[in-house]
């Protein structure tokens, strides 16, 4: 491979200036809804409107913005960006989309590799916040209803005076390798027959990046690995992770798959792993994620170019 299989990962380029002082300005998202120079990114559940350029259909604000939950991103090239997040449609009824007759809608999933940098990464933040307001609306302390504050980064507890903050949840995703340079993938028991990936899981209390992918690779498959290297970390909010790429080595190769986790896991040389994708025997994630990343950094070649 010529670069880096990183460099163009989605989602990662640090573009957007968050601009954290301003989220508790007195009034601040009521200024910026007022300022037609403002650019607002419609989120209808999890999906955005595009253009037919394959961006992001960024627009000024409307007096309906007023009516939804809002969130301060930041600012691009000195001009704020503004989040106005609806629910889906009740099911039956007619979409915003259809109803506004709009640019069709896509979810970041989709099109997350295409978006300019600062779109995915516009984006990227907008959905995370917008799941973690979704998913905590309770104080944690006393269960009472929380009110947004600081333009959507906190939300209050009007009873106890309690300020709660986005959560993120760190996940280490890993290419094991062994002495042969063999890499190690597996499928999950939820995954199709034939699609395979590298092993993640979730960083737990008290845990280093380095302890996380030992102990997760001895879990999932029984493979003992040193060696671990950090690489690359992208946001994967699908709802509200961090995924910490590594590399490490196997000081062991005999296989013994977690039972509820993982289906299958195997050994692959590089000259297997190409001649399964070509016979369509193996499929491997597309170059969204750090998963089909990883992949590449060993292969030494793209995903999808190989065929």
């Not at 994967?236 to 013994?256: K, V, Y």
């Not at 750090?290 to 292969?299: D, K, V």
Request: glycine share 8%.
């Amino acid at each position: 491979m010529d670069h880096d299989p990183m460099h163009d990962l989605p989602m990662t380029a640090p573009v957007i200036d968050r601009d954290g002082p301003e989220r508790d300005a007195p009034r601040w998202l009521e200024t910026l809804l007022a300022d037609p120079a403002t650019r607002v990114l419609e989120l209808l559940g999890d999906r955005s409107p595009l253009r037919p350029d394959r961006s992001l259909a960024l627009r000024s604000p409307t007096p309906a913005d007023a009516d939804t939950l809002l969130l301060y991103l930041g600012r691009h090239e000195g001009i704020a960006h503004v989040a106005a997040c609806r629910p889906f449609p009740p099911k039956g009824g007619p979409s915003r989309e259809e109803r506004l007759d709009s640019a069709p809608f896509a979810s970041l999933r989709e099109v997350a590799a295409e978006l300019p940098q600062a779109h995915a990464a516009l984006f990227a933040t907008a959905l995370g916040l917008a799941n973690w307001h979704v998913r905590h609306p309770r104080c944690p302390r006393c269960g009472e209803p929380t009110d947004v504050v600081s333009s959507g980064w906190v939300r209050r507890c009007p009873h106890d005076g309690s300020e709660h903050y986005p959560r993120t949840d760190p996940a280490v995703i890993m290419a094991v390798t062994d002495d042969a340079d063999r890499l190690l993938l597996a499928r999950n028991i939820g995954w199709p027959e034939g699609r395979f990936s590298v092993l993640a899981g979730f960083v737990e209390p008290g845990e280093t990046i380095a302890g996380a992918v030992i102990r997760e690779v001895g879990e999932e498959v029984g493979v003992s690995v040193r060696d671990v290297r950090f690489v690359a970390d992208q946001p994967w909010p699908f709802p509200a992770s961090l995924m910490l790429g590594c590399t490490a080595r196997a000081t062991s190769t005999e296989l013994t798959c977690q039972p509820d986790e993982i289906a299958e896991a195997r050994w692959f040389t590089r000259e297997e792993f190409r001649h399964e994708l070509a016979e369509g025997y193996a499929r491997a994630a597309g170059r969204l994620s750090i998963s089909a990343r990883l992949i590449e950094g060993w292969l030494g070649h793209r995903l999808d170019e190989l065929g």
